[in-house]
């Protein structure tokens, strides 16, 4: 199983680059699942909904189950290899991670500028990418050996090639 990170700072673009990550390699018939960091504690749950209640009731560890899908939420932060772990066990061919900047797995940096070069400096950086240009941060990514993608205008076919070809080695 493949595991990949996509980090940057707020609004670099990281759930869009996911999100078309998630489906190219869907496309291509993988199994792909996600973990996201959420730095802020925002509340995923619905106020109001069933679960939502029986959260605010008390409840530790809250499943909803339908015909096609289980939701399962626990109020507990969760070390991400525990994550990565259950993703293996439920047969995910890759997992794409959103954050979780110091974890080593091999990662996408999304540069905003060049105030986010200190990125390329996390472990396991395999590529950067821009929306636009950064003489800085390309500089510095050239000197490393690291790739850098730019997606201007929201093109993101040689960064998603690049992703599915590392996915299906």
């Known amino acids: ?12 673009g990281k759930t869009t680059l996911v999100s078309e990550i998630v489906r190219e390699l869907s496309s291509r018939g993988l199994l792909v699942g996600t973990v996201k960091h959420n730095a802020h504690d925002h509340e995923p749950d619905i106020p109001g909904t069933d679960t939502w209640k029986h959260r605010e009731a008390g409840a530790h560890a809250t499943a909803m ?64 990418v821009m929306q636009q240009s950064a003489t800085e941060a390309e500089s510095m990514a050239q000197r490393a050996g690291i790739p850098v993608f730019r997606t201007d205008n929201r093109q993101f076919d040689s960064i998603l090639r690049f992703v599915a070809d590392w996915c299906m080695m």
């Open 1 to 12: 199983m493949k595991v990949l990170q996509v980090v940057g700072y707020k609004d670099a």
């Open 65 to 128: 189950v339908s015909e096609t899908r289980t939701l399962w939420r626990r109020e507990v932060s969760t070390p991400l290899p525990d994550l990565i772990a259950a993703m293996q066990s439920a047969d995910m061919n890759a997992v794409i991670v959103e954050g979780f900047k110091q974890s080593s797995y091999p990662k996408l940096v999304l540069l905003r500028g060049d105030e986010d070069v200190e990125l390329l400096k996390l472990p396991g950086v395999m590529a950067a």
